[in-house]
């Protein structure tokens, strides 16, 4: 009968499609279980890199990827969630902490930020880790591409004053690259707010490990 | 089909990147550079041999209905293979490709030699359509790669180290200063004029070869004419 057979039919693809689906997913799940592992040790061992760029050469002896607190500032730091704080130790001292940021403005979307500060407020380094702004133009932050990321390290809220955490053209410190004002005013105005969440929660930020500040 | 005709196929007469004009957005998107080039050429050309050899097996006895459906399972269950493999193994080449590792799923040209020729074709022609055309996909990607990078950068091979690591060689080449490369190149209008102009110059030979071969015909038949005279 018709009916039949077009049922049958339809069960028979049914169940077909379910055994690749079932296949398929094995597959998947199977190479997920195998590359697992690595996948996460690559992750942390690019994590440990861009730390060890923005500590400059800071010695410490604990990991950095453990030593993690979660700081809510939606003022300063951009975004209304947690931001993870890791800290660089040496025999249980804080020599360093190190902030993600981001700027938000940039010119072509969000740029993200690393920044390694000192216990006492100066910049060890800044690393930029994500942008999408235009090659070329204003790749220039990226280190491959020129130093201008460098004349952050040394710097403090002291020097210069607030008031001159600006590129040039704005009247303040810091160089910009002709054709591209965007990207390193989106730059320097998140380095200086993450140092001011810094200053802000100095307190909280290097307490010492295992402590959870408030 | 000889074994012959789809390797023409795949390389020259059905180009999916020149011919058939197939999975442009990823090569119009990756090839910024030889080392990008050749890495999503690479993983594009694992996946189509693959799928090509699995639905050239299984294809025959599937339902007319759930055939599209079982592909496009088959395919995305290989592309996240490899996309895995590929994090754990080379994590700065899966960093660079990003979204377009993933994307092979969409790429119509995975799809289209699953539907048009190995559905209906022996497993052996399938893999070898498989290779051939992921080689002619390839082939344009770190062309255009190659130059886009060069009138960009004025560099040759600069991320290569991305895919082979640090094998001697692999640094690449600088050959004349970045400050002097060409940006537009590297932008993607840039890559849509340079594969344009690529299009044009091939229909330009194609169309003067062409031609060659009329001439000497008509000649002929010229003299024939005017010795009768």
Known sequence: MATDTTARRSLRAALTLLAVAIVAFGVVALVHE????????????RQQEQFAAVLAGRPFDNDPLQ???????????????????????????????IMAAVAPDGYS?????????????????????????TPGLG?????????????????????????????????????QFTGATVTPRAVVTAVARTLQAFERHREALLAPAGTIPP | MTPAAVLRAGLRDQNPGLVQLLGLCPLLAVSTSLGSGLGLGLATLAV?????????????????????????????????????????????????????????????????????????????????DGLAMGMGFLLVLVTLGSVRELLGRGSLGADLHLLLGTLPGTAGWQVFGEQHGFLLAILPPGAFM??????????????????????????????????RA
Do not use: M
């Not at chain 2, 044009?200 to 010229?222: E, G, I, M, S």
């Open chain 2, 194 to 227: 340079l594969l344009g102009l690529w299009l044009a110059a091939r229909q330009a030979l194609r169309n003067h070869a062409a031609r060659q071969a009329a001439a000497p015909a008509q000649q002929a038949t010229a003299a024939d004419a005017a010795g």
């Open chain 2, 48 to 128: 189509l041999t693959a799928s090509n050899g699995i639905v050239a097996i299984a294809g025959r006895a599937l339902p007319a209905e759930i055939r599209i459906a079982v592909y496009v399972l088959l395919i995305a269950a290989l592309v996240t293979s490899v996309e895995l493999l590929l994090a754990a193994r080379l994590p700065g080449l899966h960093a660079t490709l990003g979204i377009f590792l993933p994307l092979i799923v969409t790429n119509c040209l995975v799809l289209a030699r699953a539907e048009a020729f190995a559905s209906r074709q022996p497993v052996g022609l399938a893999l070898l």
């Open chain 1, 67 to 97: 030593d993690v607190v979660e700081l809510r500032d939606a003022e300063l730091l951009g975004t209304a969630s947690p931001v993870p704080v890791h800290r660089a130790r040496l025999q249980g001292r804080p020599v360093a902490v």
């Open chain 1, 109 to 133: 979307g969000p740029i993200e930020l690393l920044v390694g500060i000192a216990p006492d407020g100066r910049l060890l380094g800044v690393r930029v880790t994500r942008h999408k702004e």
């Open chain 1, 34 to 45: 195998r590359t697992r592992e690595d996948i996460a040790a690559a992750a942390r061992a």
């Open chain 1, 139 to 175: 790749d220039f932050i990226e280190l491959r591409k020129s130093d201008w990321i460098h004349q952050f390290a040394g710097r403090s809220l002291q020097s210069p004053a607030l008031e001159r955490w600006q590129v040039r053209r704005d009247g303040g410190d810091f160089d």
